[in-house]
Nanobody
Framework: QLQLVESGGGLVQPGGSLRLSCAASGFTLDYYAIGWFRQAPGKEREGVSCISSSGSSTKYADSVKGRFTISRDNAKNTVYLQMNSLKPEDTAVYYC?????????????WGQGTQVTVSS
């Protein structure tokens, strides 16, 4: 089965850090850009970040610029999202998905999500 699996979520205090992982199962990530999304209760899903297949190009939502860093290790078939200076408004379920390019919108192979809760 071709899918992405997220991990690394949890409960963290404001100002803290978490690193999310997005691992591919059944296929190689080498030829895909990977995007991170999040959805908070009662809100629409929003794009957080995207990284090109080579890792040479990244993009971020304004709300996370300077705090989140996306990276990838194709040898490990995994993409990461390092989240620093977390705020309560970052609380959401975080998902990753594959896309041919960060300029495209046809995301596929969505993972099941990992919960991130920022609270004191």
């Amino acid at each position: 089965q071709l899918q992405l699996v997220e991990s690394g979520g949890g409960l963290v205090q404001p100002g803290g850090s978490l690193r999310l992982s997005c691992a591919a199962s059944g296929f190689t990530l080498d030829y895909y850009a990977i995007g991170w999304f999040r959805q908070a209760p009662g809100k629409e899903r929003e794009g957080v970040s995207c990284i090109s297949s080579s890792g040479s190009s990244t993009k971020y939502a304004d709300s996370v610029k300077g705090r989140f860093t996306i990276s990838r290790d194709n040898a490990k078939n995994t993409v990461y999202l390092q989240m620093n200076s977390l705020k309560p408004e970052d609380t959401a379920v975080y998902y990753c998905a594959a896309v041919p390019s960060c300029l495209r919108r046809e995301y596929s192979h969505w993972g099941q999500g990992t919960q991130v809760t920022v609270s004191s």
